[in-house]
């Protein structure tokens, strides 16, 4: 068969499987297999393909596709902010979502001092300590997460991308010392019935512990917006990501702890996606 002929064949196993997206993800897996970048293949579309170990290992990831493990475990890898993540079923797959929540972030930020000092906490693959650091150049940037697998990655991805960055073992504020300019979180905030309802890729195939919010999904934010006055230096932004129906009780949360200009923002589809506030001088 001709390169064409390959990323077809992968499309269309992947339909009928009723594999989301199924031409892109048969071309990233073609182009992993056989080693051909875009440019190559849309010059050479009816060369002819003759590597039986290629093929075979081809046919062994569409297979897997077909079981619905997500493209980016099966790569290996994800961008997130113009860098490359290594990602494995032990993290929360990168999400463009989160890619609003850091823009905006930054955005807010140019009002204020740089944060010299940032935590990150539920840092999974240590996508958002690792790009605020190198987008930053802060002094301190501190990743923290409760799975000692997730650390591995996010420590993997440290050294890759920002050997800067430490990542620590922590159930979230258990192990952290210090205090921050900037405290940061994208936390599990799925209800635990919603975690049922989720599509196979995520349900059956991402930590269910980077997901599930427990009851109302609200678990981990109560928790974090209790303690992180005693780790924010005044003025110092306390920010996360939220489901598109938390941002109404994530502010009153925040509120309750006093936090000042407290704000919810959306999403490019228009849906709340971050809230954001400020400890308040002196405290
Ligand atoms: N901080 C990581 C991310 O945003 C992981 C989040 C999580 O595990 N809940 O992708």
């Known amino acids: 068969m001709n390169r064409r002929e390959w990323v077809l064949y992968g499309q269309k196993e992947l339909e009928e499987a009723q594999i989301e997206n ?3 993800d048969a071309w990233y897996l073609f182009s992993e297999c056989f080693h051909i970048s875009r440019e190559d293949y849309l010059f050479g579309m009816t060369d002819e393909i003759n590597d039986k170990e290629a093929e075979e290992r081809y046919k062994e990831l569409i ?3 077909k079981e619905h493990v997500p493209l980016q475990y099966i790569l290996g890898t994800q961008e997130f902010m113009g860098y490359t993540f290594k990602v494995t079923p032990d993290v929360l797959i990168p999400r463009a979502d989160t890619e609003t929540v850091l823009e905006e972030v930054l955005d807010q930020l140019k009002q204020s001092k740089k944060p010299d000092t940032i935590l990150d906490i539920c840092t999974g693959s240590g996508c958002i300590a690792i790009s605020l ?3 930053l150049k802060p002094e301190v940037c501190v990743g923290t997460d409760i799975s000692e697998k ?5 420590k993997a991805n440290g050294e890759n991308l920002a050997p800067m960055v430490k990542f620590i073992q922590s159930d979230l504020f258990e192990n952290v010392t210090g205090s921050y300019d900037l405290i940061i979180s994208n936390p599990p905030y799925i209800t635990t019935e919603e975690c049922g309802k989720l599509m196979p890729e995520v349900k059956d195939y991402e930590p269910m512990l980077a997901l599930d919010g427990k009851e109302d999904g609200l678990y981990f934010y109560k928790k974090i917006i209790k303690e992180a006055k005693n ?9 996360f990501e939220i489901g598109y129906d938390q941002g109404e009780a994530v502010k009153n949360l925040m509120e309750a702890q006093d936090f000042a200009c407290v704000e919810i ?10 809230v954001f506030g400020f400890a308040r001088e002196g405290e």
């Open 22 to 24: 199924a031409s892109g």
């Open 63 to 65: 297979q897997k596709r």
């Open 133 to 135: 650091a190198l987008i």
């Open 150 to 154: 997730a650390l591995k990655i996010a």
């Open 231 to 239: 780790y924010l230096n005044p003025q110092g932004m306390l920010a």
């Open 265 to 274: 923002k959306k999403d490019l589809a228009g849906l709340d996606r971050l």
